[in-house]
C-alpha cells in the first residue's frame, strides 16, 4: 500500500491476518483451530484412518469442532486426551502418510 500527503509519503506492506501452519509434513496431522477442551478422542495409535475420518471432537466457544484426517493415513501418536485443555495450533494426532 502507498499512501501520500503533503508531508510526503510511504509504502506498507500488507501481513496476513492469520499465521499458516503448515501440517502436511512427514509427522504431522491436524492441529486445534482454536483454544478449547477435547471431548472425545476417536483413535488410537496404530490405527489406519480414511479421508475425512473422525479423529477428535475439540469444544471451543459452545461448539463441537470435529478434528478429521486430510488423507488416508496411519496414526502415529495421539497427543491429547478427553478432558485435556488445547491451545490454537497445538499438534492433536501424529498422522503418517499411508503408502499406496
Do not use: N, W, Y
Given at each position: 500500500v502507498?499512501?501520500?500527503?503533503?508531508?510526503?509519503?510511504?509504502?506498507?506492506?500488507?501481513?496476513?491476518?492469520?499465521?499458516?501452519?503448515?501440517?502436511?509434513?512427514?509427522?504431522?496431522?491436524?492441529?486445534?483451530?482454536?483454544?478449547?477442551?477435547?471431548?472425545?478422542?476417536?483413535?488410537?495409535?496404530?490405527?489406519?484412518?480414511?479421508?475425512?475420518?473422525?479423529?477428535m471432537v475439540?469444544?471451543?466457544?459452545?461448539?463441537?469442532h470435529?478434528?478429521?484426517?486430510?488423507?488416508?493415513?496411519?496414526?502415529?501418536?495421539?497427543?491429547?486426551?478427553?478432558g485435556?485443555?488445547?491451545?490454537?495450533?497445538?499438534?492433536?494426532?501424529?498422522?503418517?502418510?499411508?503408502?499406496?
Open positions: 502507498h499512501v501520500r500527503s503533503a508531508i510526503g509519503s510511504a509504502s506498507f506492506e500488507l501481513q496476513p491476518r492469520f499465521r499458516s501452519r503448515e501440517t502436511e509434513q512427514v509427522g504431522g496431522g491436524p492441529v486445534c483451530p482454536l483454544p478449547g477442551t477435547v471431548m472425545s478422542v476417536e483413535v488410537s495409535a496404530g490405527d489406519t484412518v480414511a479421508e475425512g475420518q473422525t479423529l475439540v469444544e471451543a466457544m459452545k461448539m463441537e470435529k478434528i478429521v484426517a486430510a488423507a488416508a493415513s496411519t496414526v502415529s501418536a495421539v497427543h491429547f486426551a478427553a485435556d485443555r488445547v491451545d490454537q495450533g497445538d499438534l492433536l494426532v501424529s498422522l503418517e502418510a499411508t503408502e499406496l
